[in-house]
């Protein structure tokens, strides 16, 4: 088993910056790979940011350029670091991760775009 404890949501102004941090403990072994999604209010979960275990990233139109996804293999964290942030990316953020093939989800963290 894999728990996944998000962190760093909170409320922020437009224009502003967050870091989320997802941190895996448990049977940590085989990282296929992982990201964030989001749910936004009255939508369906989408995802935001993967990244493979060999480094390969990926991104949502919606937040390429602004969103930076890196995994830290000794701290087994999986961090998005979100800029230049709008109402649009109000939402409950969640990261997922594959070990072993098996899929571990967090419990989510909300972040808030507001003035």
């Known amino acids: 088993q894999v728990q996944l404890v998000e962190s760093g949501g909170a409320l922020v102004q437009p224009g502003g910056s967050l870091r989320l941090s997802c941190a895996a403990s448990?049977?940590?072994?085989?990282?296929?790979?992982g990201g964030w999604l989001r749910q936004r209010p009255g939508n369906e979960r989408e995802a935001v940011a993967l990244?493979?275990?060999?480094?390969?990233?990926s991104y949502a139109d919606s937040v390429n350029g602004r969103f930076t996804v890196t995994r830290d293999n000794a701290k087994k964290t999986i961090d998005l670091q979100m800029s230049s942030l709008t109402a649009e990316d109000t939402a409950v953020y969640y990261c997922?991760?594959?070990?072993?093939?098996?899929?571990?989800w967090g419990q989510g963290t909300k972040v808030t775009v507001s003035s």
């Open positions: 990244i493979l275990n060999n480094g390969a990233t």
């Open positions: 997922n991760a594959h070990y072993g093939g098996t899929k571990y």
């Open positions: 448990g049977s940590t072994f085989s990282f296929n790979g």
